[in-house]
């Protein structure tokens, strides 16, 4: 064990392949159904919306995807980040756990999704598509693609969920200067944005939505592709450069990890954080704890039920077999936008349910509550999703203090909240409400869930 306050790689530590548990796993994942036939999905259908190489990642066998030297490249830009030690954090906390965290808000959006963002936008130019449309919660993976679409010379258009536009403009201007237009989601651009409308024009919009709304541009325009921030195997293989820079970073100052904490929305940052650790842990190698953390306003994996269901609201999507709360779900305006989604990755909901993976969910204010103690001791400013994992490292690191357990828990710091200071404003002033989802809200969500519970053997 060593004292640094910040672990950090030089530049040539850069992972050059990314880390694909697939293989790995002790069961296959269970294949994504056409949402018209509910049989297995034929990826030749993908074609509309995404590259060739982004769906061949999608299933790929392969243990390691070598990680192209133009991507590279770019993720020099702010790559490796630093593993922190937070000593401020254990001091005030008087634990005799060790607390580490990854540092993911050093990139130029401020946040782990450029790791994503950066790939998709270099294979897509690669295969010719001259534009992008995507949607955004917060506006952090809007900002990202956006980010990284003008790097590579594309044209990007996000929808953005509506309460978010509003809410958070700051994300708006970024995308902005990074060359995107951008839409307050439910539009009267799109069909699936029309028909919410004319339902409920008052309607603040949801991911689910904003995301039909990008599938069906994409769809409909030749030059155009899609581009997810979340969920998708093939997102959270990008997103493994975060743990296995993590895993060298702890080898070096000789520590091995007993607790990983991360939050989940769509499950990204988390995998790609825990996945080359649960890689040990399948392997025999490594004992610990897997902790994935979520807000109570939108309880996905602790509430929602394991089944196939569509990615979006419309039911455009392909069927996932994921936790889902309900594709029509529409979670309350919770200030950690980026966790306000119906379901899951299928690869982080795999884990759950085999028991590798524990999830837990908070409420808003004792997460703020953590964020601003880790804002006093050691400085940084964690976005609102991120809050959830800083909480439930306090809440460890807590434990050890009962125990006197000398743990070593490390957290994916996923991104910083300077443009989420009107949430902390709020926060200082009592102004959050904690929101638990009431129950018959779930039941009536999940009886909207598609009749289908596993694929046809038949084919
Ligand atoms: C988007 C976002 C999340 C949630 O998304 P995941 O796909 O679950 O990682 C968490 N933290 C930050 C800072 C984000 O921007």
Redesign the pocket.
Known sequence: MSSEAKILLPESELPRAWFNIIPRLPNPPAPPLDPKTGRPLDPEALRAIFPRSLIEQEMSPEPWIEIPEEIREVYRLWRPTPLRRAWRLEQALKTPARIYYKDESVSPPG???PNTAVAQAYYNKKEGIRRLATETG?G??GSALSFACKLFGLDCTVYMVKVSFYQKPFRKSLMHIWGAEVFPSPTERTESGRRILAQNPESRGSLGIAISEAVEDAATHEDTNYAL??VLNHVLLHQTVIGLETKKQLELVDERPDVLIG????????GGFVFPFVGDILAGDLEAEVIAVEPTSCPTLTKGLYRYDYGDTAGLTPLLLMHTLGHTFEPPGIHAG??RYHGDAPLVCQLVADGLVKARAYPQNPCFEAAVLFAQTEGIIP?P??SHAVRAAIDEALKCRETGEEKVIVFNF??HGHFDLAAYDDFLEGKLEDYEYPEEKILEALEQLPRISAPKDDD
Do not use: D
């Open positions: 946040s782990h999704k917060a952090q993976w921030g979340s939050c989940v929305g769509g499950g990204s940052n988390f980026g966790l976005a999703e991120t996923s991104g």
